[in-house]
């Protein structure tokens, strides 16, 4: 999994539906895989009823695919062509949050501090993961709770992080 330009995203952004290359219903909303080229450019949480895309081209087609073996099975492992995106900084989260094993949680001062960071910076490298599920952003939680979600607290977003730490055994 390369992550590295310089590049920030944030996934609780809603794109244009063109932008996306499938669009698959989850339990908890929907999921848009956005392709350039050969790579995955990003992975975003869509509220429910978002229009289902069937996949364009075979990247997106296998991406669906391992998403969709995700919502049944949560130890699937993803193999899934990344794009790179982010600072050096983001990166090394990134890396520490896909390092999270299934089923964990970690908080946002626990992965700052092993960053030698602030729980706040941790928490915007989060918001602004480009590729959700395939790096699991919603194992970092806050000290006493749930925390955010892409860079929100309350909505389909918060519900989505909720489905998939419970779908994990988390909570």
Same mark, same amino acid.
């Given at each position: #999994?390369? *992550?590295?330009?310089?590049?920030?995203? $944030?996934?609780?952004?809603?794109?244009?539906?063109? =932008?996306?290359?499938?669009? #698959?219903?989850?339990?908890?909303?929907?999921?848009?895989?956005?392709? =350039? $080229?050969?790579?995955?450019?990003?992975? =975003?949480?869509?509220?429910?009823?978002?229009?289902?895309?069937?996949?364009?081209?075979?990247?997106?087609? #296998?991406?669906?695919?391992?998403?969709?073996?995700?919502?049944?099975?949560?130890?699937?492992?993803?193999?899934?062509?990344?794009?790179?995106?982010?600072?050096?900084?983001?990166?090394?989260?990134?890396? $520490?949050?896909?390092?999270?094993?299934?089923?964990?949680?970690?908080?946002?001062?626990? *992965?700052?501090?092993?960053?030698?960071?602030?729980?706040?910076?941790?928490?915007?490298?989060?918001?602004?993961?480009?590729?959700?599920?395939?790096?699991?952003?919603?194992?970092?939680?806050?000290? $006493?709770?749930?925390?955010?979600?892409?860079?929100?607290?309350?909505?389909?977003?918060?519900?989505?992080?909720?489905?998939?730490?419970?779908?994990?055994?988390?909570?």
């Amino acid at each position: #999994m390369a *992550l590295s330009s310089n590049r920030p995203l $944030a996934f609780g952004r809603q794109p244009t539906i063109p =932008d996306f290359s499938a669009v #698959m219903p989850t339990p908890f909303g929907a999921i848009g895989v956005a392709i =350039d $080229a050969e790579l995955i450019q990003r992975i =975003d949480f869509l509220p429910a009823g978002s229009a289902a895309i069937s996949p364009t081209n075979r990247l997106a087609e #296998m991406a669906i695919d391992q998403l969709s073996a995700y919502l049944s099975d949560p130890d699937f492992p993803f193999i899934l062509p990344l794009a790179s995106h982010g600072t050096p900084f983001r990166r090394r989260i990134w890396a $520490a949050i896909a390092a999270i094993p299934r089923g964990s949680t970690r908080s946002y001062g626990e *992965l700052a501090r092993d960053a030698q960071s602030a729980a706040r910076a941790v928490g915007q490298a989060c918001g602004d993961n480009p590729f959700p599920v395939v790096i699991p952003c919603h194992r970092v939680v806050a000290a $006493a709770g749930l925390g955010g979600f892409a860079h929100e607290n309350k909505g389909h977003l918060i519900d989505t992080k909720y489905w998939l730490l419970r779908h994990e055994g988390a909570i």
